[in-house]
């Protein structure tokens, strides 16, 4: 057993990281009991304001909540690891743990084993502290504890990875500096590299949404590097856990086997032999020439974007200049040695046939990735996809993400498909040009061969995408999609509806539910054309273990559920009916008080169409008519400005907003009615941002035409309104 593990290696080792690891132990710790107080706090808030009800529940994404233990990789494992192997930098001390009376195997799994249960520690200990806090604010926040723990596994992984690479360059390497620099090669060149080729060749082939010839292109496999722009990662586990664990045993055993190797000698050296010393020097100056590659690479293919000759061969010579300076500078810094830095430019030739034999595997990959094209008897389902991104990472549509788990199987579209994608195919071989496909309708769609799926973007002509859409929408997978509503009581919760509370919000939820399980046509068409409506109810929920939002708009066809929402309303805004009736009433008289001063009536028996707002707005009065009565204060062209910008109310118009106040809750018993909501929200300057925000809804007679408010709506408004030139920026 001490051939492989010692005890008191491994406690020796423990103690010596103690100060560090209880460090981080505090730190993630605190951040662990401040996360769910204050979401518990923000809740206390909500309730107050009415934002939340008593039954209410914050729903927590586990992945965005648990990404504070990225911690453990991006600092702890690398700051831990390398005080523990810091001795393999200083020849005494190289030296000394060289001469002990231990197997090499088992120094390195003995230290190594005490690095890991920091690491454990310095995980485990704040998701348990994390998950007792939760587990008291319950009844108040949603989230999954398991799926917390799941987080920490992934972590721990992540952590172990990070750990054994850096444990792998100290191995090869014998300074700081080299420990350091050899550490980033191991860890993320790979990942950089795969990451930047992918985008080369998804970039020259426009049906691509990502590299998906072999699944070491997917960039959700490494832990370390998905998870800084994808957090969902973590609260799952998949092929990223699996191919972290499985690259992390292969590293340790590699490490060990070099461990066992590795002369005391080699402590101070850039590395521990000259072979490693121009692999470390080839990686440095092939980084450097990327933008080469790139280039090559752009030029070989059918892209028509390639500089010309002349820029071509400056690059190229820029480039290389670039890469001998940078091989020189590593050789110089790691070495110490002038003779042999310039001797490392001979180097030169190996990388640049490094970089050619790059090239030809991007030209390989580029081929088999374009020439994808699958015959309808190929494909067993497919599923849609989107493109979309979304202001915050960790935010997912309900109906975006159902979309993407419906296995849909109809071989007429199908084979539509398959052809759309063959189509495509051969125009880009035969004619491409970089607009070619920007006036066509796209689609994304998984084509899945039993397990093997890949994801292209097909473009369609109008007629091809209509004969889609129908066959689509005519399915009854595709309706099930969005009847299929998420349950208040599975992990869901309404998280928004404008004008109405929480309570008013979930009874029009449940009513919604009804009146689309009975007649779900016109929702179905609302929520494909993507128009926004005032009437909306928002929730969270949990779909496939990812928190997901749901936008479901209350229409006018649903004539009871609309009139109940028009009333929540009208209720809820009834604080405010006196100041919109007097600035309706007497708007001369607010006119000159402020520099912005908008009334935005919004007609919801229109929402579907494009005559839902109508503007009337007021602006640079207050700063025009200071800087006339004051112009010592002004320069002639900042008056100009303003008066350039100035918008004065005309009598017709405030006439007719006394019109609209007389109107206003005014119809007769039978006569047909129109639901209004005013909004009017004014700033008294630019520099103070002096403001206030008024609503009301109410009825007025379904004849009165809103549409004769465009004609009060200035023709000088442009993109300059708004721009850099203005005097107030």
Not at 96 to 122: D, N
Not at 423 to 435: A, C, I, S
Request: charged letters at 20%.
């Amino acid at each position: 057993m001490k051939n492989i593990f010692n005890f008191k290696l491994y406690k020796e080792t423990f103690e010596q990281l103690k100060v560090v690891g209880s460090i981080f132990t505090v730190i993630l710790s605190i951040i662990a009991i401040l996360i769910p107080v204050s979401k518990f706090l923000e809740y206390k808030s909500g309730l107050e304001n009415g934002y939340y009800s008593e039954s209410s529940k914050i729903i927590l994404y586990s992945g965005d909540v648990g990404s504070y233990l990225m911690i453990a990789f991006i600092l702890a494992a690398p700051i831990i690891t390398l005080i523990a192997f810091n001795f393999l930098t200083r020849r005494n001390s190289s030296d000394f743990y060289h001469s002990i009376p231990h197997k090499r195997g088992s120094l390195f799994t003995s230290i190594f084993v005490a690095i890991s249960s920091w690491l454990l520690i310095v995980i485990i200990i704040p998701t348990i502290i994390m998950n007792i806090f939760f587990a008291i604010y319950s009844a108040h926040i949603a989230i999954s504890i398991f799926e917390l723990y799941i987080i920490a596994l992934n972590i721990f992984i992540a952590s172990m990875l990070c750990s054994v690479s850096i444990a792998f360059a100290c191995t090869l390497t014998g300074t700081i500096l080299t420990n350091v620099v050899v550490s980033g090669l191991i860890i993320f060149l790979p990942r950089i590299l795969i990451a930047l080729f992918s985008s080369m060749i998804v970039s020259a082939i426009p049906f691509l949404l990502e590299l998906d010839v072999l699944f070491i292109f997917r960039n959700d496999i490494n832990l370390i590097t998905a998870t800084f722009g994808n957090t969902k990662l973590l609260s799952t586990m998949g092929i990223h856990t699996f191919y972290s664990l499985l690259l992390t045993v292969i590293y340790f055993a590699i490490t060990l086997l070099l461990f066992n190797k590795r002369k005391s000698e080699a402590a101070g050296n850039g590395a521990v032999n000259k072979v490693l010393q121009t692999v470390f020097r080839l990686c440095i100056g092939f980084v450097t020439t990327i933008p080469l590659i790139a280039i090559i690479f752009d030029l070989l293919t059918v892209n028509d974007s390639s500089p010309n000759t002349y820029s071509l061969i400056l690059i190229f010579v820029i480039e290389i200049l670039i890469a001998i300076i940078a091989m020189f500078l590593y050789e110089l810094l790691s070495t110490r040695k002038v003779k042999q830095a310039i001797k490392s430019i001979l180097t030169l030739p190996i990388l640049v046939i490094v970089d050619g034999a790059f090239i030809v595997i991007l030209l390989f990959i580029f081929n088999v990735s374009l020439n994808y094209t699958p015959t309808a008897s190929d494909i067993t389902a497919f599923s849609l996809s989107t493109s979309e991104t979304y202001y915050y990472e960790d935010e997912t549509y309900y109906f975006d993400e159902k979309l993407k788990s419906t296995d849909f199987k109809n071989p007429e579209l199908i084979e539509l498909l398959t052809t759309t994608l063959t189509r495509n195919v051969n125009e880009f071989k035969n004619n491409y040009t970089y607009d070619m496909f920007w006036n066509r309708s796209s689609v994304y769609i998984t084509f899945k061969e039993g397990s093997k799926e890949t994801t292209r973007i097909l473009y369609m002509s109008d007629t091809d995408y209509n004969k889609y859409n129908t066959l689509l929408t005519n399915m009854t997978e595709y309706d099930k999609i969005f009847t299929d509503l998420p349950d208040l009581e599975k992990s869901t919760t309404v998280i928004s509806s404008r004008y109405l509370n929480n309570a008013q919000a979930k009874k029009i939820y449940a009513e919604l539910q009804k009146a689309i399980a009975s007649n779900p046509e016109p929702f179905i068409n609302s929520v494909n054309e993507d128009t926004y409506y005032e009437t909306t109810i928002t929730l969270e929920t949990i779909f496939n273990g990812k928190k997901c939002t749901a936008e479901l708009p209350v229409l006018p066809q649903y004539q009871d559920l609309y009139k109940t929402y028009c009333e929540y309303i009208a209720e809820n805004t009834e604080k405010d009916k006196a100041k919109v009736l007097d600035f309706l009433t007497n708007p001369d008289k607010y006119v000159y008080e402020y520099n912005e001063l908008y009334y935005t009536f919004t007609a919801l028996d229109n929402q579907e169409s494009n005559t839902t707002y109508y503007n009337v707005f007021f602006s640079n009065i207050l700063d025009y008519y200071i800087a006339v009565n004051d112009p010592k204060n002004y320069s002639a062209a900042q008056i100009e400005q303003y008066k350039n910008e100035l918008f004065v109310p005309s009598k017709e118009c405030l006439e007719e907003f006394k019109t609209i106040a007389s109107l206003i809750n005014n119809v007769s018993d039978g006569e047909e009615k129109q639901f209004i909501i005013l909004n009017i929200s004014a700033s008294k300057n630019y520099t103070n941002r002096q403001y206030f925000d008024y609503s009301f809804g109410f009825y007025i007679p379904k004849y009165y035409d809103l549409s004769v408010l465009d004609s009060f709506v200035p023709d000088y408004v442009d993109e300059n309104y708004y721009g850099e030139d203005d005097i107030w920026e």
